[in-house]
């Protein structure tokens, strides 16, 4: 039961009360065999099981900041979710909401931001619809996207695929978009050239889909690394421990988080992938993923038997429970 | 070219200034040959290209109203895009856009109206995403939906069907969802028991598919039957004349227009289609409709050779052009 009477940032922080506002009034009134709230994109029972769809919505502030902004952002994140599923995006579609007095100039940027993600992963978007509001009533500019894939592998990928022993691989360092827009928003005087790690996975989840032993892929976003190991413990029932000493993470990622407080583990990455796959393969898809350029990428723990929960192997040898998400480090990074 | 520096209302209303940010700067950028502007959803050329798929953004104040809510608006509204391009609609996706305080009572109480709706036209929400904005920077709730549908006719819909003495139709009275909406939500001590016309237009949409002389429907919606009609004009070339005596007006809409200067033509329809068919299968096209409980349907005009604009041949019998709407009457009804 959600314990709230009112809505608050929390629950759209990827963390337990969002979960719960989730279970217990969007999947409780929207109950169908083909919404299962624990997946990124939903599966069309069509033409052969083929097509695959996901929808995100962004509203990311400031609408700009290092390397990339929220029209990019918009792409990224469907076409990722897509991708983490096992397909090839191939069609978006677009809702703008704007508030009145928005800059016409800001919103071309970012619209022709949009355009060149999209153009670079080859997804054409096919329809759209803008909104606009009164000013006051809005942050700017807010965007959904809306993506169809078609499945790439017949393999079955999903949180039920995973098992004891299995491997957990990251594709490169974790807490960079969440630190980035953070630094961009808040006047904290740090200034640095930490930009955020905003962009397409394809080519990394594509490269593993022929690994038999590949379970399942996800996109370490609002709640981070700790969030999706969550995720695997809750769904599998299963233990998820983790090396700290093996978990990429950029120096001055580290450095802003030691300096405010935060834990990277919590913070979102909008360009990595999180997978699980057999044990026996993950060297193997480690090294593919280094030869595409993920150097930072790592093997950063595994699936045992114990309680469902998720323990950090610490760099000084002990242990650290990583608790479920409750407040928000950093809202709106998304 | 727009010529404003930045976005006011009436960018969003489905008039000139809307039209011209789409087409300067949407389809500028995000030009493709499967994104056609002029259309209400797109076909994805895939599978014998019958999967159609459209979108829609819902930021209606106030959120509920009589007889309907933004919740039940959001599946009516791009069901109704998928039903009006010939479409049965399947799937859906749902962004939700909530506001830090919203009660968490009526955010159930919509998105239980919104699940009903979509039982009712059996099309099942597969996919989901919930942002939550700080206190200030939202409207409440705002919706976007996105539906997936599968082609009910190898029959080719769409404007550039239109030919010259085509008859136009009407299924109902236009205008009642803009004044509904108008006056839950202003407070001009007018009180009556007008409810909103919103409602899936399935059954209208799918009973004319068998017609050969059927062109093109469309649901009335931002702008209203005015706007449609100039859609049509710009799109055809061809002069569209309507007759007022034969548009169906219910007579509260019409005391409420006259008392506060508004012209019933521009305001929003939730659940009507307007659709464009053969003169010859006209009159069977009505019959269909009226047989489907649909009383005020009315055949309201034609398109005849001539400048694209649209005519309004009056009561009176004089004739008076009906421009292109600039100023929104009423903001924020869908």
Known sequence: MIQDTHISLAHGNGGRLMRELIEDLF????????????????????????LIMSTDGFTVQPLEFPDSNIGALAVHGTCNDLAVSGAIPRYLTLNVFIEEGFEVAQLERIIDSLAQAAQEIDVAVVAG????????????????????????TSHKLGLEQIQQGDAILVSGTVGNHGIAVMLAREQFGLRGDLASDAAHVLPLTRSLLNLSGLRFMRDPTRGGLATVAHEIAQATGHCIRLQQSQIPIADPVQAVCDMLGYDPLYLACEGRVVAVIEHAQASQALQIWRDLGQHDAHIIGHVEAGQPRVILETVLGGERLLDELEDDPLPRIC
Request: net charge positive; proline share 4%; aromatic share 4%.
């Open 129 to 152: 619809d803008t909104k606009v509001v009164q000013r006051g009533q809005g942050g700017g500019l807010y965007l959904a996207t809306t993506g169809v894939g078609e499945k790439a």
């Open 27 to 50: 999947a409780k009134h929207l109950r169908h065999p083909k919404l299962d709230i624990q997946t990124d994109a939903a599966v069309l029972p069509w033409q052969a099981n083929n």
